[in-house]
Structure formats: structure tokens, C-alpha cells
């Protein structure tokens, strides 16, 4: 049913694009074009040496729609990537780009700081409206810098300033973003290397991690033991660490590598950090807005947050970010945060017609569907493949753990992680036009986070490519 709604407005979008591309044609008439090479040259030329998609993903996009990119050799890829997930209905979708058009020709100034336009009205109305109603009505909003980075950094200042304290907990394999606090509550170490002072006062707890338990464990045993952990150093006074200004955490870690908590889990922490007073702030950046089958990632569990984070495809696939608190967190004073582009009202427009049309249309259900479908594909691919430690996601959160069956296994069976090998089948996967991220440990999940909007059809393509490009890997081992 999703489908018919969707697929007419895709090919009157697909009809646009043509005449869109028509114009560009005419206008670069005389232009000699050029190629993938031209381009990804001139990128290592001028760039610097921290960009990353295009060390794995070496190609240069000439033009998008729906869930496909193409390049500038005339490739076509499925693009499940996505912009790390903030195209929740892919590219060009004529719900967004009309109301960015709309914007436009209302003549809504571009940027706002923090005063206030029938636009931000609009969005702030319809991001509550999306939100528990117990957590909506007792809630407030801060708009933040662009980032999701930025908005992590917002949460921590708030609930500091709140509760007067300075610790704050954080989890193992937790990703929060690449400025400097954020950094700092961020699970991989690489980042951090060579980067002194971050922020002090983060302790990081066990994630449940059922696949590789960081208890040797596995299973229910596992995350059961997370949590009496947890519980103990909360209550020992000689934990070393202060009472804590909030616990943040990711329902689903994505960077992470794909890893979803127990829903009894979350609801145990969050008894946990209610009956100590510790604000619990929830990251939704990646996975808000129907990515996990549910509109917000903590709604499976069944709890609600103290702090919530979103920024990705509360925009539309513009850059916007925001925190949504409880009220009685709102200690801080004018200024206390603030950003120049914190007022995108292009971004509240688009992100305004993304929340309505993903509500409207139930594409937090359709993706549910959708990764359970490439789930089971996945999964029948694993039987006969070693290679294929773990098919684990949540919705259209999907990740593959690749690892080495030569190696010798843990204590668990559990065998090492094979980053080398998820390298390779993700450059295959490019090869048949497939765009997917690596992730997890060692980089050796392969992840996929294609748009909301994506078909049956297409899901099944998904699912024949990467076939073939484990196959053609395990060939040339």
C-alpha cells in the first residue's frame, strides 16, 4: 500500500529531474565533460587528508533521485548510504523539494538565529506532534548548529548546568560525533589518538553487545550482566566516579556497528537512571525519523528520554539540528547556546514535509517490513558463507559483522573481525552498483541505510548484488 502511494510521485519526480538535467545540459554546452578520474583527482588535490567516503567509495556523483545515484561516468547505483542516513525519502523527493521551492518563493529569509517565522512554528508543531505525547507536553526545544556533533554538545551542557554535576556516562562502541566533546563520549579510539584534552569526566559502560559480549557471555546472561554492572557502580561510593550529570546512549549504535540494545535492557536503564536522578539522554541523530521501524528507536522499549538529540532527516537532508528536553531541565540562561545557523528555515521546511510525509504515509511500518524482507535475504546468504559472523539491525538499520573463519574463535565461537575482507565486499558491492558504509569494530561491519522509500523490488536487488559480491570476495581471497 506504501508503494502505490509512493511510486507516482517518484516518476513525476524522475520526470522533473529529466528536465532538470535538461537545463544543465544546455547551460554546460561546450563544456568538455569529464569522468570519475577528473574529479576524485582534483578532490586529493585540494582536499584535505580527513575526507573518508572517497578513499572507499571513489566516485563522483553527477545526480540522484529516489534511492539511485549516478556518476560521472553514467553509473547508476541503489544508494544505501543515503547521507548516512539523513535522506530519509532518498534523493530529490518532490514532498521535499517542493517545499523548499515553496519557501523560496514566499521570499522566507534563509537563515534566522533564534527568532521565530511561521516556518519554525510550523516544523517545532509537527516535530511534537510526532513525539510520545507524555514527553511532548512537558517538553522544550533547543535548535542547534548544524550538526548532530553540535546538538550532542548542547545535551551535555544542558544537563551540567541543570544538575550542577560533571561526570557523565557513556558506553562502549557509542558514537556522538567529531568535535572536541563529542569526541569525547565516543567509543573508537582512533579519532582520539592524537587529540589531547577532550572532555573530562566520561566513563564508559559495557553496551550489550550480544554478538561479541564484553563479558564473554552472550546472550540474555550477557546483558543481564551489563546491567548488574551498571547497577553496582552506580551504588558504590568507591566507583571513582562522581554522580553523574546525565548517561547517554544510542538505542541502535550505528557507527558502532549496527547494534541494537534489548528492549528489556533499555527499560532496566532507564530505571536505573530514574531512581538515581541522572538525566538520561537518548542520541537518536541516525536513527530518528522511522529509521528502526518505530518514528524514534526508544519507542520499542516502551520508554521515554530525558534529553533527546536528533539532527539527519529532521531536516529533510538539510543540515539542522535540535535537542528536545523535559522542562524542568530548562535551567540555563539566554546564550547559553547559540549558533549562527541555527535558524535554517530551508531545513525546517523540508524537515517539516519529511516528518508529515513519513507519519502520513507510515514509512516508520514500511521500513519495518522492508528490513525484516532484507533481513531474511541476508540471512539466507549467511548460511553457506562462514564469512558472515552477524546479520543484526532494527528496521532499515541493517548491518553485516564480516570475520575471519581461519582465525581461531573466542571463548564464544565468536571469530576475529575481518576488516580486509569487508573492505573488499564492499568495493565488489560498488563494482555492481551498490553503495553501502562499513562500520563496527576494525570497520568490518558492512552497513546498510537505504532511504525509507525503498521498494520490494529493490530490496531484492539489494540483496542479489551483495550475493554476488560476497561470492566474487570469497573467490579472490
Known amino acids: 500500500m506504501v508503494q502505490e ?15 532538470l538535467q535538461s537545463a544543465i545540459d544546455e547551460e554546460m554546452a561546450g563544456i568538455q565533460p569529464q569522468g570519475n578520474d577528473y574529479y576524485l583527482d582534483r578532490q586529493s588535490g585540494f582536499e584535505s587528508n580527513a575526507r573518508s567516503y572517497p578513499r572507499r567509495l571513489p566516485i563522483a556523483i553527477r545526480r540522484a533521485q529516489g534511492v539511485y545515484v549516478e556518476d560521472m561516468d553514467g553509473r547508476r547505483y541503489i544508494d544505501c548510504l543515503a547521507g548516512a542516513g539523513a535522506l530519509a525519502l532518498g534523493h530529490h523527493h518532490p514532498i521535499v523539494a517542493g517545499a523548499i521551492q515553496r519557501t523560496l518563493a ?46 550532542i554538545e548542547a545535551a551535555v551542557k544542558l544537563v551540567k548546568t541543570a544538575t550542577g ?38 566513563h564508559f559502560l559495557p553496551f550489550p553487545y550480544v554478538y561479541r559480549c564484553p563479558f564473554g557471555l552472550g546472550g540474555e546472561v ?60 537518548i542520541d537518536e541523530v541516525q536513527t530518528g525519523i522511522g529509521r528502526t ?7 520499542h522499549a516502551g520508554i521515554l528520554p530525558d534529553v533527546l538529540v536528533l539532527s539527519k532527516a529532521i531536516g529533510g537532508g538539510l543540515p539542522l539540528s535540535a535537542v528536545v528536553y523535559r522542562k524542568d531541565l530548562d535551567r540555563w540562561q539566554a546564550g547559553a547556546h547559540a549558533g549562527t545557523f541555527r535558524g535554517n528555515q530551508l531545513a525546517m ?21 522492508m528490513g525484516e524482507r532484507l533481513m531474511a535475504i ?58 553501502v558504509e562499513l562500520g563496527g569494530r576494525q570497520g568490518s561491519v558492512v552497513r546498510f541505510l537505504p532511504p525509507l522509500i525503498v521498494t520490494a523490488d529493490e530490496i531484492d536487488r539489494i540483496g542479489t548484488l551483495f550475493a554476488e559480491a560476497v561470492r566474487i570476495s570469497d573467490i579472490v581471497q
Not at 129 to 146: D, H, T, V, Y
Not at 294 to 299: K, P, Q, S, V
Open 5 to 19: 502511494v509512493i511510486q507516482p510521485e517518484i516518476d513525476e519526480a524522475f520526470g522533473a529531474v529529466s528536465l
Open 106 to 151: 514566499d521570499g522566507v529569509p534563509l537563515q534566522t538565529l533564534d527568532l521565530t517565522t511561521p516556518v519554525k512554528d510550523r516544523f517545532v508543531e509537527a516535530l511534537l506532534s510526532g513525539l510520545p505525547k507524555a514527553f511532548a507536553e512537558q517538553a522544550r526545544i533547543q535548535f542547534c548548529g548544524p550538526s548532530g556533533a553540535d546538538a
Open 165 to 202: 554535576r560533571r561526570s557523565i556516562l557513556a558506553f562502549h562502541g557509542a558514537y556522538h560525533g567529531m568535535t572536541h566533546g563529542a569526541l569525547g563520549l565516543t567509543g573508537e579510539t582512533g579519532p582520539k589518538q592524537h587529540i589531547s584534552g577532550l572532555m573530562p569526566d566520561v
Open 222 to 281: 550477557g546483558w543481564r550482566s551489563s546491567l548488574a554492572y551498571i547497577e553496582r557502580l552506580l551504588d558504590d561510593s568507591n566507583s571513582g566516579i562522581t554522580s553523574p550529570a546525565a548517561m547517554i546512549l544510542e538505542a541502535v549504535q550505528g557507527e558502532g556497528g549496527v547494534i541494537p540494545a534489548p528492549d528489556e535492557w533499555l527499560r532496566e536503564i532507564r530505571r536505573l537512571t530514574r531512581e538515581r536522578d541522572i538525566p538520561l539522554i
Open 293 to 299: 521501524g518505530r518514528l524514534y528507536a526508544f519507542e
Open 349 to 369: 521546511a523540508a524537515g517539516t514535509a519529511t516528518l508529515q510525509y513519513v507519519k502520513e504515509h507510515r514509512l516508520d511500518r514500511h521500513a519495518h517490513e
Open 378 to 435: 541476508l540471512r539466507t546468504i549467511q548460511k553457506d558463507k562462514p564469512q558472515i559472523g552477524d546479520v543484526r539491525g532494527c528496521g532499515l538499520m541493517i548491518g553485516i559483522e564480516i570475520v575471519n573463519p581461519v582465525d581461531p574463535p573466542d571463548a564464544l565461537g565468536v571469530y576475529p573481525p575481518h576488516r580486509k575482507l569487508a573492505c573488499r565486499i564492499q568495493t565488489e558491492c560498488l563494482k555492481r552498483g551498490l553503495i
